[in-house]
């Protein structure tokens, strides 16, 4: 494979990656971090959750 195509493979796969989640602070993404396990959740994800889930 040759580097260009391993780039746009990366590319190709981080675009779909972030292009299906909700957005940080909408109500979809407070429902998902809800049912994600505690322990599986980031530093920054669990103060957005703070942030624009419970102190809205």
Do not use: Q
Request: glycine share 6%; hydrophobic share 45%; proline share 4%.
């Amino acid at each position: 494979m040759t580097t260009a195509l391993k780039a746009f493979a990366a590319v190709t796969a981080i675009f779909i990656l972030t292009a299906c989640s909700p957005e940080v602070g909408s109500e979809a993404w407070c429902v998902d971090m809800e049912d994600k396990p505690k322990g599986d959740w980031t530093t920054n994800e669990a103060g957005d959750f703070a942030k624009h889930c419970i102190f809205r």
